[in-house]
């Protein structure tokens, strides 16, 4: 029972280049998340999906683009990397009925240059 | 502007005493609180909760405190062990958007043996 799982752990790009983050679950969770965290701003939310087939703008959604085509998978686009989005990526779960409580994967270190 | 706020990004206390960790919040929307502590190089994991019907929750060592007229809760720890050093995270979430949780920039706390 592998919880949240996120791949790659690390990755450096260079300013215009692009990937995917890949975030799976196998906790039978409806709703995920994509999160960014950077020194003295916490976690921000970049977009979540309540359900497969859904995804929805979190607070900070600009130059990321999402994907929710299975239940299982989440992932996180960016088509064409910029240094701001050089920061650590969590990819968060939550259940139905415990849709505040979240469950969180171990991140993954991207550096843009 | 940040929703939710702490104030000390860092803490230190000696081991076997009270740590306590500040949360101030704005939106008096918010009606349910979490904790979330995070090691590095790992993801946050939940910790405990408050609803803002209770102005009181324990689990454990841990005890989360709210003030609603003042807008404000604290985690009390105790006592404090080396293996509680961390960052941590205070959360809120809105009944009507219990999808989405706005997170504090964390407070690092240092447990001295």
């Known amino acids: 029972n592998a919880g949240v799982t996120q791949t790659p752990k690390f990755r450096v790009l260079k300013t215009g280049q692009s990937m995917t983050l890949l975030c799976a679950q196998d906790m039978n969770h409806e709703y995920m998340y994509w999160y960014r965290q950077d020194p003295g701003m916490g976690l921000r939310l970049i977009h979540y999906?309540?359900?497969?087939?859904?995804?929805a703008k979190g607070e900070v959604p600009d130059g990321y683009n999402v994907s929710r085509l299975k239940k299982q998978n989440f992932l996180l686009g960016l088509e064409s990397a910029a240094p701001s989005q050089t920061s650590v990526y969590f990819c968060?779960?939550?259940?139905?009925?415990?849709?505040?409580?979240?469950?969180f994967g171990p991140g993954t270190r991207l550096t843009v240059l | 502007d940040q929703q939710v706020k702490q104030n000390s990004p860092s803490l230190s206390v000696q081991e076997g005493r009270i740590s306590i960790l500040n949360c101030d919040y704005t939106?008096?929307?918010?009606?349910?609180f979490l904790w979330y502590k995070k090691y590095p190089a790992e993801g946050p994991t939940f910790l405990i909760s408050i609803s803002s019907i209770k102005d009181k929750n324990e689990d454990g060592r841990f005890t989360v405190f709210l003030n609603k007229s003042a807008k404000h809760l604290s985690l009390h720890i105790v006592p404090s062990q080396p293996g509680d050093s961390a960052v941590y995270f205070c959360a809120a979430s809105a009944l009507t958007s219990y999808d989405k949780v706005i997170f504090g920039p964390g407070t690092s706390l240092s447990v001295i043996p």
């Open positions: 968060a779960t939550g259940g139905a009925a415990l849709l505040v409580t979240q469950y």
């Open positions: 939106n008096s929307m918010f009606d349910y």
């Open positions: 999906s309540v359900g497969e087939g859904t995804t």
